[in-house]
């Protein structure tokens, strides 16, 4: 058990609809990150904040957003949700504010499914 | 061209044999290399870390990098059907830009 926590696990929404994915970091961490895994694009970078602020972005669609709370938490929220959104997404968290080094955990993930 | 390239398998190999698992990449400037390890439906787990070139043990794992040839390897002995997992390399210069391999799938047979 990492110590990062994801709710929900699975989700099943229909096209054009919005959700919402959250994230507990591990105790003591700032640093929080989201990622997109799918069977063809592998494991995707897609947005890190620190401490309440955006730090770095990856390939992150304009339909998506993310926001960290000051008790840490994280949400991702999607909207205007295709059929190619389908996939893992997990949170992983890291002691500092990501300078080379930062070990990251990673938690279970959300399985989202779009039909 | 990919930042880093990890042949996906599926690699199968019998119980109790080594496995040599590899990524190579691009970037020079990566100093910070990782191996994560994914059961099925899991989250990746942190297995090695490793800070530029050497290597580094930690009971049945090897993990060995060498940037002269932007080669890194993780040796998995005495493997156990455990041990069958997804694998990814993940290396970076900034821990907010961590690239990651595709990932290679192993199965132990027993």
């Known amino acids: 058990d990492s110590g990062v926590t994801q709710t929900p696990k699975h989700l099943i929404t229909a096209t054009g609809q919005r959700v919402t994915l959250r994230c507990s970091p591990r105790?003591?961490?700032?640093?929080v990150y989201w990622y997109q895994q799918s069977l063809d694009q592998g494991l995707q970078f897609l947005i890190q904040y620190y401490n309440g602020e955006e730090r770095a972005k990856g390939n992150i669609l304009e339909r998506f957003s993310a926001q960290q709370f000051p008790d840490l938490h994280s949400e991702l929220n999607l909207s205007s949700l295709e059929l190619g959104d389908s996939a893992l997404y997990f949170c992983?968290?890291?002691?500092?504010?990501?300078?080379?080094?930062?070990?990251?955990?990673f938690g279970p993930g959300t399985r989202l499914t779009v039909t | 061209q990919k930042e880093v390239e990890q042949d996906p398998g599926p690699l199968s190999v019998p119980e109790g044999a080594i496995v040599s698992l590899n990524c190579t990449y691009s970037n020079s400037a990566f100093q910070y290399f990782m191996w994560y390890r994914q059961y099925s439906r899991k989250g990746p787990e942190l297995l090695m870390y490793?800070?530029?070139?050497g290597n580094k043990e930690d009971g049945r794992f090897t993990a060995q990098v060498d940037k002269s040839s932007k080669y890194i390897s993780l040796f998995i002995r005495d493997s156990q059907p455990s041990d069958s997992a997804t694998y990814l390399c993940a290396m970076n210069s900034s821990a907010s830009k961590i690239i990651f391999g595709s990932g290679t799938r192993l199965s132990i047979r027993p």
């Open positions: 490793t800070y530029s070139s």
């Open positions: 105790s003591g961490d700032l640093s």
């Open positions: 992983a968290s890291s002691p500092g504010e990501g300078l080379a080094g930062d070990e990251q955990y």
